[in-house]
């Protein structure tokens, strides 16, 4: 990673990203008889280089699928529109993807902001979009054309208490959680679960995103009789300030975090301060044999370990490429009622089963920070 | 008393990285009368420059240290030349949207190069820190209190006991009557950008190991800075150190005791007691208007 890091390296990343996309354009055209999959994508931008997994993991899925047969005897091709990073550049990307009609389905966004923003189109637009934001109110809202190809929100804090409570067998939660919309809404339910699951929650920390100290909240779990941390941070630098000074200050009680506690940027930050901590991650490459074939394809294909961020993606198009098939037709309502039958899907993510809301995936992944390694303890699934 | 203790610790210690910006603030605001936004990306660029020379071309901590001074130096100078120089004949506004301008092309040019993954910094010193008891005194904290105290003591000698200092003293106090007694003003006025940019410089490389190094370093200390040089009286040398302190003291308790989600709003309740109480700040003295 530190490598990845220098301006050199960087720019001939950079360099030989857009030498790849000018030569898809020159090989691959998109031919009229082809079945055409959108993409809305960061392609530039703060979100730029988990983009350019995104297009990785979705372009493995399409190769695969179009090696078995392709879709309806067609040949699968993705169109990708760049989103910039932001939601107004999100609604833009999806309706110049939109105003093609030969588009089947669509790819939206991982961030649940950008999703929320182009909900309106995509009712008015009334075909499938497959998105991977984990705010749950998403597919509450009574949008039927929306898909999430990762487990939501709602499933993370009954996962880190059904961990954290049945397994660890730990009573007494101090929760820490970023105040902003992504935080407070892990805390909310957390706390209910931790309830809900007989634990008794001793401290509740809020902080405001870019702290610079957390001594006060280090402090406070200290002086409690908390047993174990259990955390919702929003950023890697807030957790990596919070982490350091915990340790220093002597606190060595268990922590369950969020799916920030493994991100590779939290790891290369905190360094020992995570060791023997355990987190919930949604894609993790030993839960399944799926998710090691993936991991495999992905890293002889671009040398790069596979992420949530391309393998959302990879089932997406899996799980598109399926519902065409089956409903033998690109009508979106028969597509849609296809997406909604599907049952037992091993994806990469998880076994798929959709709900009426639209939500695909129940479960989380529990890992821990063995010496800095993540490595897989077990999956935990829940009724749909 | 522990918990007393190690919060003052904490606070004294933030504060003092508060302090640092907050004196560039001053000496630039002193020198041309005008608020120099993009102090904050002062700190980025040198926390980037350890970054750079320590991590990137693997030379000693020291060297990379003295390199990113010089560095400073010369983007100070640099700074003043493109963003102050070519409007200092105009009004208050036109030279402080100017500043806003560098900060946000300051801020992008990183972005650009670096994205906004955060990079890390290795601490100055090798322990750990120092353990009294439940105590427990951070070792980079130690050197941010340390180096801050002997950088007021180094800058009052300059500024009260040096012919140069004295000329610059003489410049922020009256440009007019400072080049009518042959006082290079233009001259004072880069050293002065050269000095606030080093000592911007030396804010970031001691904080980086702390916060990591990514371009929201800048944004997050010059506004605790900003507020510093208020309370402190805006302006005064001696204020922006005790107001960045103060500042540094007052949203560490206040988080402990009172809310650590409105940590950041304690600096801002104590600005606005000020505004409206003492809008010339603890040390600075009622100015009327100059006639």
């Known amino acids: 990673m530190a490598a990845m890091n220098r301006p050199s390296v960087r720019l001939g990343v950079r360099a030989a990203a857009l030498a790849a996309v000018l030569a898809s354009f020159a090989a691959a055209p998109v031919r009229a008889e082809d079945l055409k999959l959108g993409m809305v994508v960061p392609v530039t931008g703060a979100a730029a280089e988990s983009g350019r997994f995104a297009q990785w993991g979705a372009q493995l899925a399409a190769e695969e699928v179009n090696a078995a047969g392709g879709v309806l005897g067609r040949k699968l091709v993705l169109v990708t529109e760049d989103d910039q990073t932001s939601n107004p550049g999100g609604v833009a990307a999806f309706n110049r993807l939109a105003s093609d009609a030969s588009i089947v389905a669509f790819l939206g966004s991982i961030r649940s902001t950008q999703t929320q923003a182009m909900d309106p189109d995509v009712r008015r637009v009334a075909k499938p979009v497959f998105f991977g934001g984990t705010d749950p109110e998403l597919t509450r809202s009574g949008d039927p054309w929306l898909f999430r190809c990762r487990p939501n929100d709602a499933y993370s804090a009954k996962v880190i208490a059904a961990f954290g409570v049945g397994e660890l067998k730990l009573k007494k939660w101090a929760v820490v959680y970023s105040t902003d919309a992504f935080g407070s809404n892990g805390h909310k339910h957390l706390v209910e679960e931790l309830k809900a699951a007989g634990a008794e929650v001793v401290t509740e920390q809020g902080y405001a995103n870019q702290a610079t100290d957390f001594t006060p909240v280090v402090l406070a779990i200290k002086g409690s009789p908390a047993d174990v941390i259990g955390s919702y941070f929003t950023f890697e630098q807030d957790l990596g300030i919070f982490a350091r000074q915990l340790r220093q200050l002597g606190v060595r009680t268990p922590w369950v975090g969020s799916p920030s506690i493994v991100a590779t940027t939290a790891l290369r930050l905190s360094g020992p301060a995570l060791f023997g901590t355990y987190g919930i991650a949604d894609f993790n490459a030993d839960s399944s044999p799926e998710a090691r074939a993936f991991a495999d394809a992905y890293k002889a294909a671009h040398k790069a370990g596979a992420d949530n961020f391309s393998s959302w993606t990879y089932d997406a198009v899996k799980l598109a490429a399926r519902a065409i098939n089956t409903a033998k037709s690109t009508d979106p309502k028969a597509v849609r009622e296809a997406i909604l039958a599907i049952r037992d899907y091993k994806g990469v993510e998880g076994t798929y089963n959709f709900d009426a809301n639209g939500d695909g995936l129940h479960g989380y992944n529990i890992v821990k920070n063995d010496n800095g390694k993540v490595v897989f303890i077990k999956h935990i699934e829940f009724a749909p | ?291």
């Open chain 2, 1 to 291: 008393m522990t918990v007393l203790l190690q919060l003052l610790f904490q606070g004294v210690g933030i504060g003092a990285v508060y302090a640092l910006v907050a004196l560039g603030f001053v000496l630039i605001y002193r020198a041309t009368n005008v608020v120099n936004f993009a102090q904050g990306q002062f700190a980025v660029v040198g926390a980037y420059g350890m970054v750079v020379t320590t991590a990137d071309l693997g030379l000693p901590y020291w060297v990379g240290i003295l390199i990113t001074l010089a560095v400073m130096a010369l983007f100070g100078a640099l700074f003043n030349l493109s963003v102050y120089y070519p409007l200092r004949n105009r009004s208050f506004l036109p030279v402080v949207i100017s500043t806003i301008g560098a900060s946000i092309f300051i801020t992008n040019i990183i972005l650009g190069v670096y994205g906004p993954e955060p990079s890390m910094l290795a601490p100055m010193l090798d322990a750990p820190g120092i353990s009294l008891g439940n105590l427990f005194l951070d070792a980079q904290y130690l050197t941010i209190i340390a180096v801050t105290l002997a950088l007021v003591a180094l800058q009052y000698l300059f500024f009260e006991h040096t012919l140069l200092g004295k000329r610059m003293q003489a410049v922020s106090q009256d440009k007019e009557m400072a080049s009518l007694l042959g006082i290079k003003v233009g001259w004072m006025i880069m050293l002065t950008f050269i000095y606030s940019a080093m000592l911007g410089g030396i804010a970031g490389i001691l904080v980086a190991p702390i916060l990591f190094v990514s371009v929201g370093l800048g944004g997050q200390i010059a506004l605790k800075a900003f507020a510093a040089t208020i309370i402190g009286g805006f302006g005064d040398v001696p204020g922006a150190i005790v107001g960045g302190i103060a500042i540094g003291v007052i949203e560490t308790f206040g988080a402990y005791y009172i809310s650590v989600p409105y940590k950041d709003a304690f600096a801002f309740i104590v600005l606005f007691a000020f505004l409206l109480l003492r809008p010339q700040g603890l040390f600075g003295e009622k100015v009327s208007q100059k006639a």
